[in-house]
């Protein structure tokens, strides 16, 4: 039995498949979001979390990402999903567009942002921060359930809960961002620490202030994401289709990377 994780963000449900259980899982490092709910779909075991909570009542910069991330370790998951709401900077993205993030960059602060804090330094290597067999399963499924996605783009990860400047989306652009969202950081880097593959599919739901000239809007984030749901849905089912066999070295990630001394 494969064990998939899934976290998703505003605006997203995972319906069609046979539901298990709600489970509470109990971390060291607090509370997770919600309980997770755990569905079956042929032999995969299913685990699925709304990194917002059940109401969206926790923003991004308070989100308890070790406690999200190491309750997937604790139901035994072997690779993580997340579906990100994005504002699209790069011009050739439009609103509804989903992409298979290739790489990222981290403009948050004052998050936790590593299970490492206390006694043992280690500094992971996310060179490349997504696993590179899980965004090849996603690419695989999204062709087989024949789902237009984009191979690649870099996410900006800002500590919101506001929006940008457009001088700041400027900046991004200058960067090398493709998108902008608030949540990817320290998610990939915390499921690295722990071994978890992870790839990113992020939603494209508006264009990035000052792109176009209109007011972002919460509404039109939710609506987006809702309408993009079913795309992001026949992938997910298609991934459960294909069983993930891991060849990546995501297991591995800690090895010779402690700088502490015994
Ligand atoms: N900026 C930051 N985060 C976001 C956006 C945005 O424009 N859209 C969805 N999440």
Redesign the pocket.
């Known amino acids: 039995m494969n064990k998939l994780g899934i976290i998703a963000g505003s605006g997203m449900d995972i319906p069609g498949l046979k539901f298990i259980e709600d489970i509470t899982v109990d971390s060291k490092y607090g509370a997770p979001s919600e309980g997770y709910k755990h569905f079956r779909y042929k032999d995969t075991d299913l685990y699925f979390l709304r990194r917002h909570g059940v109401k969206h009542e926790i923003p991004p910069h308070k989100i308890n990402y070790r406690a999200n991330i190491d309750g997937f370790r604790k139901l035994g998951v072997e690779a993580v999903v997340t579906v990100s ?3 699209g900077i790069n011009g050739s993205l439009c609103p509804g567009d989903i992409a298979v993030t290739s790489n990222a960059i981290d403009f948050t602060y004052g998050r936790n942002s590593t299970y490492f804090d206390d006694m043992e330094v280690f500094h992971i290597d996310i060179t490349e921060p997504f696993c590179p067999s899980l965004r090849r399963g996603i690419l695989y499924s999204a062709a087989e359930a024949g789902v237009t996605i984009f191979d690649g783009g870099v996410y900006l990860c ?1 500590n ?1 809960p506001r ?2 400047t457009a001088a700041e989306i400027t900046a991004y652009s200058k960067l090398g961002a493709d998108f ?3 949540t990817l950081f320290p998610e990939c880097a915390l499921a690295r620490e722990l071994g978890i593959c992870f790839a990113n599919i992020s939603v494209i ?2 264009y ?2 000052g792109i176009s000239d209109r007011k ?1 809007t919460s509404d039109e ?1 939710v609506d987006i994401m809702g309408k993009a749901s079913e795309r992001v849905n026949s992938i997910v089912h298609k991934i459960m289709d294909n069983p993930f066999t891991p060849e990546c070295d995501c297991r591995d990630s800690l090895k010779g990377t402690k700088i502490t001394n015994g």
């Open positions: 709401a994005a504002g800002t919101g929006l940008e902008v969202g608030m739901t508006n990035a202030a972002l984030v």
